[in-house]
Every structure is written in structure tokens, then in C-alpha cells.
Nanobody, 125 residues
Framework: QVQLVESGGGLVQAGGSLRLSCAAS????????MAWFRQAPGKEREFVAA????????RYADSVKGRFTISRDNAKNTAFLQMNILKPEDTAVYYC??????????????????WGQGTQVTVSS
């Protein structure tokens, strides 16, 4: 099992940037493909970005492509989500997730086994 803790959320103006972190503990971090999801009030949890175990490959939702960058540092057991050119519609609680089966680039929330508690991102217009 792996435990995940997100940090880095906050309030930012439209056009600004934030960097989210996801610190992992427990089993070997590099064994797990990682992803970021977000959930806005009244909406389902949606896929944002995913990264392979090595960090060499990534995938993004169309809504964030070109603005967000997912990365990981396996030596530090941490995943990141760099968010640039933020828009009000990016406002949501952001969650990191890990897939214990090692299947990379899954985009459905129900496919992930381990979740952090979430961090709030609010973008003002």
C-alpha cells in the first residue's frame, strides 16, 4: 500500500501559476503509475494528467494540454503538477492517484486504487 499527500493548492488569479506536489510513502514509489484528477463542486472527478513509472511518458486531458505539466521524482517519492495560465474553470479540488496494478495512463478514476486527500485550487477571474 502507498499513502499519498497533496500540497501546493491555493488561490490564484487567472493567468497565474501553481505547482502541486504529491508526496508518497509506503511501498516503492517507482512501481506505481501516477495521475492527477480534479473535482469541481457538483461535477464528477475528471482526469487531468498521467505519468509512467519512469516519468518518461505523459498524457493529458485536452482541457489542460499545453498549460499543465506532470512530472515525478522517484528518488524523492514525489509527483508534481505544474499548472500555468490558470483559468477560472480550473477551480477544483485536485487529487493525486496511484495504480497498484502498474497499468499506465488510465483515465478513469475508478481504475486507481490509492488517493490523496486532495488540495483546493481556486482561480479568480
Amino acid at each position: 500500500q502507498v499513502q499519498l499527500v497533496e500540497s501546493g493548492g491555493g488561490l490564484v488569479q487567472a493567468g497565474g501559476s501553481l505547482r502541486l506536489s504529491c508526496a508518497a510513502s509506503g511501498r516503492t514509489f517507482s512501481n506505481y503509475p501516477m495521475a492527477w484528477f480534479r473535482q469541481a463542486p457538483g461535477k464528477e472527478r475528471e482526469f487531468v494528467a498521467a505519468i509512467s513509472r519512469s516519468g518518461g511518458n505523459t498524457r493529458y486531458a485536452d482541457s489542460v494540454k499545453g498549460r499543465f505539466t506532470i512530472s515525478r521524482d522517484n528518488a524523492k517519492n514525489t509527483a508534481f503538477l505544474q499548472m500555468n495560465i490558470l483559468k477560472p474553470e480550473d477551480t477544483a479540488v485536485y487529487y493525486c492517484a496511484a495504480d497498484k496494478y502498474g497499468i499506465e495512463f488510465r483515465t478513469r478514476a475508478q481504475d486507481y486504487n490509492y488517493w490523496g486527500q486532495g488540495t483546493q485550487v481556486t482561480v479568480s477571474s
